[in-house]
């Protein structure tokens, strides 16, 4: 009987498990403000930047599963499945669908930096949609009818600025440590 090889290299499996803890720790760092947001995105930013598209959706996926089972990996120390069907569980799974954009854009635009910047930012952007149609559907299903613009209110307006200085953090210290990791 032939095995298969998967194309991931020991190495490979190693940053792919390194950035899942990454961000199972960014997750648990909390920033107090008028909202209070974790480092998690910078987290997924980092690893779309320094693993790039295959392998850092393969390092989201392995986070969400680790959180699914039961594992304390998303913030405020929570996890389990009920965590990804909770109203914000959105923008977690999210995290797969920003991986999925980022490679798609950074595979037809190249990697000069504005490209993943742009890709980044586009990535984010559908995170944030993705999330917030979900949270709409669940909350709406758990507490009552709530408006779009509502939710995006209370899930994405606060949010933007802080993700914005992470995402323009994590490109800093990919284009820096990128270059060790390819």
């Known amino acids: 009987m032939e095995m298969k090889r998967s194309g991931l290299k020991a190495r490979d499996m190693a940053y792919i498990a390194l950035m899942a803890a990454l961000m199972a720790v960014c997750s648990w760092i909390s920033i107090p403000a008028v909202v209070e947001f974790t480092m998690q995105t910078f987290a997924v930013f980092a ?7 295959r392998r850092a959706l393969i390092a989201v996926c392995v986070y969400l599963l680790m959180g699914a089972v039961g594992l304390p990996v998303f913030a405020g120390f929570n996890g389990g ?6 109203p914000t569980g959105g923008y977690l799974v999210g995290f797969a669908a920003m991986a999925l954009v ?10 000069g930096r504005w490209a993943r ?6 990535a984010l952007a559908v995170c944030y949609a993705f999330g917030t149609a979900w949270f709409v559907i669940v909350y709406t299903r758990q507490a009552g009818a709530v408006s779009v613009m509502t939710a995006l209110g209370w899930c994405v307006f606060p949010f933007i600025i802080p993700d914005l200085v992470k995402m323009a ?4 210290l990919t284009e820096r440590v990128a270059r060790y990791v390819r």
């Open 47 to 53: 690893a779309l930047g320094i693993l790039g598209g």
């Open 81 to 86: 499945v009920s965590a990804l069907l909770g």
């Open 102 to 111: 980022y490679w798609l854009i950074v595979s037809l635009a190249g990697e």
């Open 117 to 122: 910047a742009a890709a980044l930012a586009a």
């Open 169 to 172: 953090l994590a490109l800093l």
